[in-house]
Structure formats: structure tokens, C-alpha cells
């Protein structure tokens, strides 16, 4: 029995394009970061998209709760943040290592209470560091496109009070618009066909595993796996931990060497599809997982012309949208960050440096300020067991 009320329906519909649009642009900062070609950049959007797809239906099938999956936001943030210094092929290196990484925190007991042992406030720091850039960045964008800019903050700022789910696609719909009206957008290319997967040979380079791969292991878990979890369980779910990881390593494993980044649990998205807005009776909700996996085919499908639309976007609307759709996981990061007074300094480093883009022996500030702020905190540890504080 499929038991599909429209409310189910709407809900598995509505995740998607909020998902989608809400974050798409980081993905297009990420995929300019490490030099991906337009076929690359099509292939990554594609294979991620049918990875969330077929995760999320076989995990809501299997359990009948709706456990659906998203890309890495944070993630493709901290790929983003590269700035050049990972190539493509080198950035698949790492997203394959980190799919196995995932799929042995599912698998190996040990592994998952190891990374729980590290503190949720150094974590959120080098996440806070990450993001930061992006969020700063849309202030820097002013200047050169007011006109397109202000009215896309002023949008939001409203938006978010009255929906704050579908906050991001008024801003993405606006701008869309705003930069038509004012002559900003450049030519479509013409072939708007159908999308396809492009093969890309990993590289596993040392300095791209641990400056990217670690890094994007840790937010990938600390920010979007552990979340994911706690809105289930807030909604009277409590799905298996390790087989739930296991899938997301595995689909992230087969559409890594398309170009695709980490696939993980869904955290906001999954709140539509759980929640009681979706059905009142919470057994009669995992439907819309499936909803949601049939939708991200489609859009799979027709990521070429996404592509290309944003493509002939200026940069201000890219990083505009980008940065908004940041505020609210900067602001979670910073308050966690911020939260308790023994790792409070520590994190201070963490963010900072993190925050800096500073690169040594070409390994990414993410990774450096995670080890600044975890010896920082070992230092104070061993102090105040020494009495020295």
C-alpha cells in the first residue's frame, strides 16, 4: 500500500526545489574553484542529484520513514574556498576517499565515536571559517551591483520572516529577474540538451586528502550528517545509524568520479518531508521520500539548462545567493562555536584561521585551523591538569 496524501505529495515537491535552488549556486562556485569545465560542471550537478535520488528512495523504502538525503552545502562551501589550489581530478581523489571515510564511520562502531570525541565548538569553528568568506562576500558585491544586490538582501530579510523555507527561491526567482531587467545577463549557450555523465579520473594527491578531504569529512558529519539525524528523531523517527551512513557513503562513492561531492542526510529539506505538515499521522509520511527521489531525476535530467541559465548569471547575483544562503548555517556554527567557555579561545584560533585562507605545504586553512584549535585546547587541558591554570 502507498498510502499518498496530496499534503505528502506537496511536501516531497516543495524539498526539492527548496534544496535545489536554495543552494545550486554553491555548487557552481565550487565546480569554478577546481576548474571544471561545463561538461564537468553538468556531469557533478547530475550524478549528485541521482545519488540523493536513489539514496533517499531506497533508505525510505526499506524503512518507511522519510529519510531523504541532500548534497554537502557546507561541503561545497569549503570546496569553493579552495580558491584554485585543487584541481578537478584532485578534488575527486578526495571525494572518493571521503565516501569510504563515511561509509566506515557506518560501518566501524569506533570510527563514528571517535569523530564524536572531537568538540562540537572546534567544529563548528572551522565550519564558521569556511563560511564566513561567503557570507562577507556579499557586502564586497554591493558596490559594483547595487541595484541587483540591495534589492535581493532587502528580499530576504522579509522572506525569511514570512517562509523561511522558501526564502531563497524568492531571492534566486528575483534575481533571475532583476538581472534580466537591468541588461546584466550574458548569452545562453545553445545546446540545452539533456544532461550527462561525464567520467573523471581520480588523483589522490596528499595535500588535496587532507586539506580538502578531512575537512569535508568533518562538516560533512559534524554539519549535516548529526542534524539530519536529530530532525528524525524530533519527529518520532529513529532510523538506524549505521546502515543510514553506510548509504550515504556508498552513493557518494559511485558518483564521486562524475565530479559529484559528498551525498549526506538532509537537515532542513528533511524537516518538509518529516514534519507534520507533510501528514499528521507520521507513518503515513514516508512517502514523500519517494516523491522527492522521482523529483531529483527530473531534475537530474535537466541540469544543462540550469547550468546555462546561471552560467550567463553575473558573478554579483552567484555570490549574492551563495552568501544568503549561508547566513543561517554561519549563525548556527557561530552560536555552537561560541557556546561553552572551556573551548571558547580555541575556537576563537580555529575560526580565525580558518577563516583566513591561509595555505602551508599546500594543504587549505580548514584543516589548520582545526589543528590550531585542537592543540590550543590540548595545551589548556594539560595546564590545568598540571595546575599551571
Known amino acids: 500500500m502507498f498510502p499518498l ?18 543552494t545550486v549556486a554553491l555548487i557552481f562556485a565550487a565546480a569554478q574553484a577546481v576548474g571544471a569545465t561545463p561538461g564537468q560542471t553538468i556531469s557533478w550537478l547530475a550524478a549528485i542529484c541521482l545519488a540523493k535520488a536513489i539514496g533517499s528512495m531506497a533508505l525510505t523504502w526499506r524503512y518507511r520513514m522519510p529519510i531523504i538525503m541532500a548534497w554537502s552545502t557546507p561541503g561545497a562551501a569549503l570546496i569553493a574556498a579552495t580558491g584554485g589550489a585543487v584541481t578537478m581530478p584532485a578534488a575527486v581523489g578526495a571525494f572518493v576517499v571521503v565516501a569510504l571515510m563515511i561509509m566506515a564511520t557506518g560501518l566501524i562502531r569506533p570510527l563514528g565515536d571517535l569523530v564524536g570525541r572531537i568538540p562540537a565548538g572546534i567544529a563548528s569553528a572551522m565550519l ?10 556579499v557586502a564586497l558585491a554591493v558596490p559594483g551591483a547595487p541595484l541587483l544586490v540591495l534589492p535581493l538582501v532587502a528580499a530576504f530579510l522579509v522572506a525569511r520572516l514570512v517562509h523561511p523555507a522558501s526564502a531563497m527561491l524568492v531571492v534566486v526567482a528575483l534575481g533571475v529577474g532583476l538581472t534580466y531587467a537591468l541588461g546584466l545577463a550574458g548569452p545562453l549557450p545553445g545546446d540545452l540538451g539533456l544532461a550527462r555523465l561525464e567520467w573523471i579520473t581520480p588523483s589522490f594527491e596528499a595535500g588535496a586528502l587532507i586539506g580538502l578531504g578531512l575537512p569535508l569529512y568533518l562538516v560533512t558529519m559534524a554539519a549535516q550528517n548529526l542534524p539530519g539525524f536529530a530532525v528524525l528523531r524530533a519527529n518520532g ?73 546561471f552560467a550567463a548569471m553575473p558573478k554579483a547575483l552567484i555570490t549574492t545567493i551563495a552568501g544568503l544562503a549561508l547566513a543561517g548555517a554561519l549563525m548556527g556554527a557561530l552560536s555552537i562555536a561560541m557556546a561553552e567557555d572551556r573551548t571558547r579561545f580555541p575556537a576563537i584560533l580555529t575560526f580565525a584561521t580558518a577563516a583566513s585562507g591561509v595555505s602551508v605545504f599546500g594543504i587549505g586553512s580548514a584543516f589548520w585551523g582545526l589543528v590550531i584549535g585542537l592543540a590550543a585546547l590540548g595545551v589548556e587541558r594539560l595546564c590545568r591538569r598540571f595546575g599551571i591554570a
Open 5 to 22: 496524501a496530496l499534503s505528502t505529495f506537496t511536501a516531497g515537491i516543495i524539498a526539492p526545489l527548496v534544496g535545489y535552488a536554495g
Open 128 to 137: 564558521a571559517g569556511v563560511l564566513f568568506k561567503f557570507v562577507a562576500d
Open 237 to 309: 523517527y529513529h532510523p538506524p545509524a549505521g546502515p543510514v551512513l553506510t548509504m550515504t557513503g556508498l552513493v557518494s562513492l559511485f558518483s564521486a568520479p562524475f565530479g559529484a561531492h559528498t551525498t549526506n542526510l538532509a537537515a532542513i529539506t528533511a524537516a518538509i518531508c518529516a514534519g507534520p505538515d507533510a501528514h499528521p499521522d507520521k507513518d503515513k509520511r514516508w512517502p514523500g521520500g519517494i516523491v522527492y527521489g522521482v523529483a531529483f531525476i527530473l531534475l537530474a535530467a535537466f541540469v544543462g539548462p540550469f547550468v546555462a541559465l
